[in-house]
């Protein structure tokens, strides 16, 4: 069974071949490909660290953006508001106004009508106790022309003065 | 298209053969005192041959010529001192040269044995030889150092920007161990200490697991699957978990929270967490080295399954088992493709279990 006892010619060689060549591959190969593997894994991370912070920047100016905007809506509204208030006010104030007047108007109107019903009612009396005393004078010319009128007219008078 | 391609590969297959000095000798005939060369079909050795170590990297054998890679033998004798040779001067294992031979019998059996003039063993040399492992597992450390250096010089040149071509095929597994493996076992603070070594420890075990599934030259040696590189491993990953050992790591060990009777006067807690210690790279060299070598064999097994039908009724019976071989081969390759990725990250996540323990706070 020699093949399962180590031979010590092939154990001393490879020790030293292997040993060599842990100390060459770690030197020339494993440090620069391991470092660089390393630098690698940080960039990268690195990289993908400032893209999220990109991102988040982005989202915080987003934020702001809509922030102004609703402000802005909102500085919008309060101005509406204001003009539509005042414009109702000076509505309002100018229908008072308007009312106010047109009852002074109307008031003056009134009173004028008034003195000037006074005057053609007056007027009227005026003219028609003139008329009346007109008429009377005609009538009682005409009445008067023969005797048998007269004394109808005085016995109305009487019946008139009776009935008192 | 794919026949430029399969004419490409034969280009490269030729390549290989003729770039290594190849040497090429008639086997010897049948009869031949040596076992391991006579013409009969002897599933055990053929199979051993395929999965253990050996001295020169064989390619294929063609008639009775052995073509083979020599690999360098480093041996130091007590009595003649330090010698160095390739494994061509043995011949395949048939020569005795300056008084060293292959042994093929007895318990020294495949290991290089010194004899005196008369051809008495006079004992074992220190055989500290490039063998088929130790150079599959150097091809596999230039394959790594060429990945991982340019990968690194691409990430180094790309700093900051998308990974490209080669770092981006290593960087998703690089990460994988570190966010799957290191991470979660050592711990978010510390893990970086380590990352170097559960790396190395990772892409060493995948890639030689990969290239021992590829039986073409210079891939196929079974680095992984070889007890000696296992038990190399284990040992690192045995001392870098003590070095790191911090106080509250070495009192659970020396001193844990138990009822006074269990340390005292008999220290039976200490001895149970002691050979704790040692079981877990134990452990670890030994589920990396089976689990391995059991793939490796069970492929060779079904190989031979061909020539022991051939062997014992005939070439027609050998002929009509070889597609049930070959499709039941082709499944244990696709399950060790499997394992191997598996055994790498068990291997890579305990080690990292272990540190974590031994840089544990206490709770």
Redesign the interface.
Known sequence: M??????????????I??????V???K???????T??K??ET?IANALSSADKAREEVKDLKADHEKIIAQAKKEKDLIIKEARDLKDKLLAEAKTQASGEGQKIVAAARQQIQAEKQAAISEMRKQIADLSVLIAEKVIQKELKDKASQENLVEDLLKDLKLQ | MKAIKSQRYTAFILFFLLSFSITSTPAFAEGDSHDSHSKEFIPGEYI?HH???AFEWHLATIGETHITVPLPI?LYSKTSGWHAFMSSKFDHGNTTYKNFRISHHGEN???IEEVNQQGEVIGLP??????K??AG??FS?VL??LI??S???S??R???QAPKGI?NT??PI??FV?DEIAKPAIGDKKY?KF???L??LFF?ILLNNLMGLIPIFPFGANVTG????T???A??TFAVTNLNGNKHYWKEIFNPDVPMWLKFPLPLMPIIELSGVITKPFVLMVRLFANM?AGHMIVTVFISLIFIFGKLMGTAAGLAISPVSIVFSLFILMLDLLVSFIQAYVFTLLSALYFGMAKAEHH
Do not use: C, Y
């Open positions: 020699g093949f399962v006892t180590p031979d010590f010619g092939t154990l001393f060689w490879m020790t071949i292997f040993g060599i060549l842990l060459i591959l770690k020339f190969a494993w440090k620069p490909i391991l660089a593997l630098e690698r960039s | 051993m999965v253990a170590d480093i059996s495949g290991k220190l055989n500290l030889s490039i063998t492992v130790v597992a150097l450390v790594l150092l991982f250096v990968a690194a010089k990430a180094k790309r700093t900051g770092q290593v960087e690089i990460l570190r970086e990352m170097p070594f790396l190395t060493f070889n007890i000696a590189v038990m190399s491993l040992l690192f070598m």
